[in-house]
C-alpha cells in the first residue's frame, strides 16, 4: 500500500475518533451540567412537548433568527440546507448498495453545492461590508468559513470540471469501514478536498462549530415554562433545604 | 443638565454605525469594603486576583450549564449585534451583546479551551490582565441583564447570564459595584432596599391610611404584621414612598379592600426586590428571598402576592419555588407566587371591582412591558399572558390606550435603561442614552395620538423614568403605575 493511503487512512480514523469521541465528550458536559434555575426565555412552552416544538423550529427554519434578521436568515438557511443535502448526498460513498433515498436525493445534492457556496459567500460578505459583524468577527470566524467555501469548491471541481476515480474512492472509503486498506487515488484535488474535510472534522469538537449540539442544551431554549407549577432544582439549588413548611 | 449628549429621537429607528470606545469612561463607584463584607465579599481587590478570577470562572462555568453552552456555541453570527439598546443609544460596540460577552468569552478560551491555550490569536482568546478586568467593570456596568438579545439570537445565548457570571467574578475578587452592593446589605441589615425600620414602615403606611381618608373618605388600611390574613403582599420598597410607586401601592390597597380580601405586609420581608440576581450571586439570591418565607410561614398567610417589579416578579415567578420552596404551607388554588396583575385581572374578571374609566379620561396611556416581566417570566396560563394581561387590567380602568410599535413591546420591548443594577446616579450617561431607543417609540406614540401617561409595571422603570423623560423633553411626571390607574378609576364605597 501508499504511503499515501497510508496517511489519509489513518487521517481519517483520527479524525473520525476526534469528531465522535470530542462531540459525545463535549455533549456529555452538556448534560452533565446542572441548569440550577429556570431561565426560559419567555415567552415559552409550558409543556415538554412544546418546547420540542420550539427546537424543531429553532433547528429546521431558524426561528429566532429569522425575527432577527432577514440576511443572515438566508444565507444561513441556504447554506445548512445546502450542507444538508450535500452530506446525505456523501452517503452514497459509503454504502453499498447505495440506498434508495439517497440515490432520489442525488438530484438535488448535485446542485446544493452551489448553493452552499452561495450561502457561504453571503454570511462571508457581512463579515466584511457590515461594520458591527466586522468588528465581532475573529480570524477564527473567516478561517472557518474559508474551510467550508475551499471544501465546497474542490468537491465542485471534482464533480464539474477534472472527474476523479469515484470508484477507487469508494472503495478506499468503504475499506475503512471494513478496516482493509484499499488504494487512494492520487488525485490532487481529491487529496485536498479530503485533507480539507478531516481538519474540518478535527476542528468541530473544538470550535463553535459546537453550536450544533449546543443549541439542544439552550436552556433559554430548552427549559419548560413552569416554575410556579413545578419546583424546578438541580447543581446548587438542590442542596438547598428549607425549614419550616410541612 | 450634565456633560453629554442626549441622543436625538428620529423619525424611524436607524441602527448606528460602531464608533470604538465611546462609554469606556463609564463606570459605577466601586464597593467599599462595608459594601463589601456583609455579602461575603473580599473588601478590596485581593493580590492574586488574577488566579481568583480565573478560578472562579471555572467554577462558574461547572455549575451553570447555560454558561458552558453560551460560552462555547456562539457563530459570531451578528444577529444580536443591533438589538441592545445601549449599543442602540451609544454607538460603542461593546455594547453590542456578542461583543460583550466575547469580553469575558476570550478570558474563558484562553484558560478553559484548547484552541484558546494554543493559538490565543486566532481565537480571540487574551489573559486575564489589569485592562481586562477595568473593561469588564465598565461594560458589565453597561448590560441591564433585559435578555432583548436572548430573544433574537438563535442559541438564544443571553448576556444576562453572562454579565451576572462576570460581576460575579468581580465581586469575588474584591471589585463590587457600591450602588447593589451597598442595598444588599441594607436588605440583609433592616430588610429593606431603603434601610427602612419596622416604625418608619408604620407610620408611612398611617399617612398612606390617611391620604386615602382623606381622598375618598373610606377607611382603606395597609396592614403590617398582621398575623392570619390570608394574603402576603411582597413589593418593592420604592412603593412605600417614591413617585410615581405609591400610588401603585394605593391602587393595590384599594384592590384588596374592595375585594375583601385580608392581606397583610411584613416588616420581615419589607422588600420585594433582590439585586443579588444583578451581581449573579446565588447565596445572597437565596439569603434575601428566605425572608419571604419566613414571614408568610410566621404570619402564616394562605397566598402571596406580589407588587409592581420587574426583576422582582422574576425572582419571585421563577426562582422563589427553587430557593424558598415547597410552598406545601400555602393554598394551591391560587398560583404561587401571583402577580398583583394577575390578581387584580382575576377580580375584574369576577366583577368584583367596580371601576370608572372615566376617571382616567384626561389620561392618553400607553404601556411599557418591563423586560424582566416579558422575557423571564409569564402571567396567567397562557405564554404570553404577561403581555395581555397588564394590557387588560389598564384597558378596564382607561378609555383610551395606545401600544407603541410592534419591534418595541412584548418580546420585542426596549429595557428603560436603567434596570439590572444600573440605576444609580453615577451611570447617569449610559441611562439616558439607554433609554434612546424606548423614547424614540414613545415619541411615536405621543406624536400620533397625544399619549402623556406611560404605565408600567416595574419599580426600576418608574424611577429610571421619571429621571429620564425630562432629558428627551418629556415630563417627569407622565410615567405612572399601572395600578396607580386601578386607584384611580376605582369606585370605593359601591360594594361594602
Ligand atoms: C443542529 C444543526 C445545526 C443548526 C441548528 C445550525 C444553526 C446555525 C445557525 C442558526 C447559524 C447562524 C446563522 C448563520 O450564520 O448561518 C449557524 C452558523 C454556522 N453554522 Fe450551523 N447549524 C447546525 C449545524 C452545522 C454544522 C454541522 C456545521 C458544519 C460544518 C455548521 C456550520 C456553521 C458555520 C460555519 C456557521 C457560521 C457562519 C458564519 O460564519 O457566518 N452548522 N448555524
Ligand atoms: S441583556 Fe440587554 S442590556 Fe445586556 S447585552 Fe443583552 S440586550 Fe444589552
Ligand atoms: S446572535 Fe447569538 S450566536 Fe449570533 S453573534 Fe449574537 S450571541 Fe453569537
Not at chain 2, 256 to 265: E, L, P
Not at chain 2, 319 to 333: A, E, K, S
Not at chain 2, 348 to 355: D, K, S
Request: aromatic fraction near 10%.
Amino acid at each position: 500500500m501508499s504511503a499515501l493511503t497510508i496517511t489519509y487512512a489513518v487521517l481519517f480514523y483520527v479524525a473520525t475518533a476526534v469528531l465522535v469521541g470530542g462531540v459525545a465528550y463535549k455533549v456529555y458536559v452538556y448534560a452533565s451540567t446542572p441548569a440550577p434555575l429556570k431561565i426560559p426565555t419567555t415567552p415559552a412552552p409550558t409543556t415538554r412537548l412544546g418546547v420540542a416544538g420550539r427546537m424543531l423550529r429553532e433547528v429546521t427554519v431558524f426561528e429566532s433568527l429569522f425575527k432577527s434578521n432577514k440576511w443572515i436568515w438566508l444565507f444561513g438557511i441556504l447554506f445548512h440546507f445546502a450542507l444538508l443535502l450535500v452530506l446525505l448526498q456523501h452517503l452514497r460513498y459509503f454504502t453499498q448498495p447505495v440506498w434508495g433515498w439517497v440515490v432520489l436525493e442525488q438530484p438535488f445534492g448535485i446542485y446544493a453545492g452551489f448553493i452552499m457556496v452561495a450561502g457561504l459567500l453571503g454570511l462571508w460578505a457581512r463579515r466584511f461590508l457590515v461594520d458591527r459583524v466586522r468588528y465581532i468577527s475573529s480570524l477564527s470566524d473567516h478561517l472557518m468559513l474559508a474551510l467550508l467555501v475551499a471544501i465546497a469548491f474542490s468537491g465542485l471541481a471534482m464533480k464539474f470540471v477534472i472527474h476523479t476515480d469515484i470508484i477507487s474512492l469508494k472503495q478506499f472509503f468503504l475499506g475503512l469501514l471494513a478496516f482493509q486498506l484499499q488504494p487512494l487515488p492520487a488525485d490532487p484535488i481529491l487529496l485536498v478536498h479530503l485533507a480539507l474535510v478531516a481538519t474540518l472534522m478535527i476542528v468541530f469538537p473544538m470550535s463553535k462549530l459546537l453550536h450544533a449540539p449546543g443549541v439542544f442544551f439552550s436552556p433559554t431554549r430548552n427549559q419548560v415554562d413552569n416554575p410556579r407549577e413545578h419546583r424546578h432544582v438541580a447543581g446548587w439549588s438542590a442542596s438547598i433545604n428549607n425549614p419550616g413548611g410541612r | 443638565m450634565a456633560n453629554f449628549e442626549t441622543p436625538a429621537l428620529r423619525e424611524y429607528p436607524i441602527i448606528p454605525l460602531i464608533q470604538a470606545e465611546t462609554m469606556a469612561h463609564s463606570k459605577p463607584y466601586v464597593a467599599k469594603p462595608e459594601h463589601q463584607k456583609p455579602l461575603g465579599f473580599p473588601g478590596t481587590l485581593v493580590d492574586n486576583w488574577e488566579s481568583v478570577a480565573v478560578k472562579k470562572l471555572g467554577e462558574l462555568v461547572e455549575e451553570s450549564r447555560a454558561l458552558r453552552v453560551f460560552l462555547d456555541t456562539c457563530v459570531k453570527c451578528g444577529s444580536c449585534t443591533d438589538k441592545c439598546h445601549y449599543y442602540l443609544g451609544t454607538s460603542d460596540p461593546k455594547n453590542m451583546p456578542v461583543a460583550r460577552q466575547d469580553l469575558l468569552r476570550s478570558v474563558y478560551r484562553r484558560y478553559y479551551t484548547l484552541s484558546g491555550k494554543l493559538f490565543p490569536k486566532l481565537v480571540g482568546a487574551r489573559d486575564m490582565t489589569k485592562d481586562v478586568l477595568d473593561e469588564w467593570y465598565s461594560y458589565f456596568h453597561q448590560c441591564s441583564q433585559c435578555r432583548r438579545c436572548s430573544v433574537f439570537c438563535p442559541y438564544g445565548i443571553d448576556t444576562a447570564e453572562v454579565s451576572m457570571a462576570a460581576r460575579d467574578i468581580m465581586d469575588a475578587v474584591g471589585l463590587g459595584q457600591k450602588y447593589s452592593n451597598e442595598i444588599i446589605a441594607k436588605v440583609h441589615t433592616i430588610g429593606n432596599n431603603l434601610g427602612l425600620p419596622q416604625p418608619a414602615l408604620r407610620n408611612t403606611l398611617d399617612g398612606l391610611e390617611e391620604d386615602v381618608k382623606d381622598e375618598t373618605g373610606v377607611d382603606v388600611k395597609f396592614p403590617l404584621d398582621e398575623k392570619g390574613a390570608e394574603v402576603l403582599l411582597i413589593t418593592p420598597s420604592a412603593d412605600f414612598f417614591a413617585e410615581p410607586h405609591i400610588d401603585g401601592l394605593i391602587g393595590y390597597a384599594k384592590v384588596f379592600h374592595q375585594a375583601g380580601i385580608s392581606w397583610t405586609m411584613s416588616s420581615h420581608a419589607s422588600e420585594a426586590a433582590n439585586f443579588s440576581m444583578f451581581i449573579g450571586s446565588h447565596e445572597n439570591l437565596h439569603k434575601v428571598a428566605i425572608r419571604i418565607r419566613e414571614a408568610a410561614l410566621d404570619l402564616g398567610v394562605k397566598r402571596i402576592v406580589v407588587g409592581e417589579c420587574g426583576h422582582a416578579w422574576r425572582v419571585a415567578y421563577a426562582f422563589w419555588n427553587t430557593l424558598i420552596g415547597p410552598f406545601d404551607f400555602l393554598d394551591r388554588n391560587y398560583p404561587i407566587p401571583q402577580h398583583i396583575c394577575e390578581f387584580t385581572y382575576d377580580l375584574i374578571q369576577r366583577g368584583a371591582l367596580t371601576l370608572d374609566k372615566s376617571a382616567n379620561d384626561d389620561k392618553i396611556v400607553t404601556y411599557h412591558d418591563s423586560c424582566n416581566v416579558a422575557r423571564a417570566t409569564r402571567m396567567g396560563s397562557m405564554p404570553g399572558g404577561q403581555f395581555v394581561i397588564p394590557r387588560a387590567v389598564i384597558k378596564a380602568v382607561v378609555n383610551k390606550f395606545h401600544d407603541m410599535e410592534p419591534g418595541s413591546i412584548h418580546e420585542s420591548t426596549f429595557c428603560c435603561g436603567g434596570g439590572g443594577g444600573l440605576l444609580t446616579d453615577d451611570l447617569m450617561e449610559i441611562r439616558v442614552k439607554g433609554a434612546q431607543p424606548r423614547m424614540q417609540a414613545l415619541k411615536h406614540v405621543v406624536d400620533d395620538h397625544g399619549v402623556n401617561y406611560l404605565a408600567a409595571i416595574c419599580a426600576i422603570c418608574k424611577t429610571q423614568f421619571a429621571k429620564v423623560l425630562p432629558y428627551y423633553q418629556y415630563p417627569m411626571d407622565m410615567i405612572g403605575s399601572v395600578h396607580g390607574l386601578v386607584s384611580k378609576a376605582i369606585q370605593l364605597g359601591t360594594k361594602e
